[in-house]
């Protein structure tokens, strides 16, 4: 993990270097996966990210955000689902998930705990998101953009140089972004829900359910919403006191 190294990377290799090879290294577990075959098989995205269990998790306070979580399932149904597109995922693929060997490079992948079947465009719109915090507090937009351009286009080089993704998908990245938030928001409510704790909607939280809320992509991060002050936060929202998720276990 880069925390080990105070966010620092190896010394005398370029920072490119390691955005090129953690696109290498989700590259080839993408192409691991698209030749698995698993003697039990893990359960697939429309198992849990469904319209009963969004009702059942989020609570009675968030009606748009529902309603908006549905679209996107929808949506997301209607996408192909071929061997070259869909299948295991990581699901959790970021640096709190793998660790750097700081004299070579070389990334080691672990935490395949929440591994399932999925669209493989998720895994690299979550690494776009990891790319954020690089240039979080940058207050120039257009730069935030330059630099969000470049990053992934280094990322993608690594991917490309293990398995291929054809544009088509690649056009999916704001659609893709949008779900990794989705996940994102039911992780939060689940964790509330399992460990009895009142709902709560803090600025972090707040600012999630806004980007799906009112459609803006790309994690707000080039918009009028985004502050490289409190990066990523919105005003708290209120939840009715004594809501809590209907029963999801």
């Not at 359960?43 to 009963?52: I, R």
């Not at 998720?122 to 330059?146: H, N, T, Y």
């Not at 291929?164 to 992780?187: G, R």
């Not at 359910?209 to 790309?218: A, F, M, R, S, V």
């Amino acid at each position: 993990m880069l925390v080990e190294n105070n966010y620092q990377y190896r010394e005398g290799a370029p920072i490119t270097e390691y955005y090129y090879n953690s696109g290498k290294v989700l590259g080839r577990l993408h192409q691991i996966s698209k030749g698995y075959t698993p003697i039990h098989r893990r359960y697939s995205f429309f198992d849990k990210y469904n319209a009963l269990y969004i009702d059942k998790l989020i609570p009675e306070s968030f009606p748009l955000l529902k309603e908006k979580l549905v679209e996107l399932l929808n949506t997301l149904q209607g996408l192909e689902r071929s061997q070259e597109t869909f299948g295991m995922n990581h699901f959790d693929y970021n640096d709190g998930n793998y660790s750097i060997d700081f004299d070579t490079g070389q990334i080691t992948v672990y935490d395949f705990e929440n591994s399932c079947y999925c669209w493989y465009m998720f895994d690299l719109a979550g690494l776009w998101m990891s790319g954020v915090g690089w240039i979080q507090f940058e207050p120039d937009v257009g730069k935030r953009k330059k630099f969000m351009d470049d990053y992934f286009e280094t990322v993608l080089a690594g991917y490309r140089s293990e398995t291929k993704i054809e544009d088509s998908m690649l056009d999916k990245l704001p659609l893709f972004i949008q779900v990794n938030i989705m996940e994102n928001i039911v992780d939060t409510f689940e964790v509330m829900h399992h460990t009895g704790e009142e709902p709560t909607c803090d600025e972090e939280l707040s600012y999630l359910i806004k980007c799906l809320e009112d459609d803006i992509p790309y994690k707000g991060f080039f918009h009028q919403i985004y502050s490289c002050e409190e990066p990523f936060e919105y005003e708290e929202r209120l939840i009715a006191s004594g809501e809590k998720s209907k029963n999801i276990d």
